[in-house]
């Protein structure tokens, strides 16, 4: 999968994806697990089904100082762990967090939730 994604920052364990249709794709890999960094506000105004829910950044703009734990506890390190946000914008700083604390198989899904509003995803909203 990994011929099909752009590496980011020169960094092997980081790739950003671009394409619409190559999430489309990606969504079909069972190998995949969408981690939702999201605040609890913004989750409930949608989400993708089956993401995992993790917040990084709260409403207030501090990090979740569980994050990491959360993070390893919640998700599985043998699997690519894309990470969501709405823009893309936390999933970068997120991104690059992770990979500095030494986890690997992470994804940034640059368009956030809006990029699956366009391929319209199913979800429990009306997107």
């Not at 069972?30 to 993708?48: F, H, K, M, P």
């Not at 994050?67 to 390190?77: P, S, W």
């Not at 994804?107 to 809006?114: A, D, K, V, W």
């Amino acid at each position: 999968m990994k011929s099909l994604l752009m590496a980011e920052f020169g960094d092997k364990n980081l790739i950003k994806v671009k394409s619409t249709p190559l999430l489309s794709k990606m969504l079909e890999d069972e190998n995949l697990q969408i981690i939702d960094i999201r605040t609890s506000q913004e989750w409930e105004d949608g989400s993708v089904k089956g993401a995992i829910k993790i917040t990084f950044i709260d409403e207030l703009g501090q990090v979740n100082p569980d994050f990491l734990d959360e993070f390893d506890a919640k998700t599985d390190a043998s699997k690519i762990r894309a990470l969501l946000c709405r823009s893309g914008y936390r999933t970068y700083f997120c991104a690059r967090f992770l990979t500095i604390a030494g986890r690997k198989n992470i994804i940034n899904l640059s368009g956030g939730i809006n990029e699956f509003k366009a391929v319209q995803v199913q979800s429990h909203a009306s997107f």
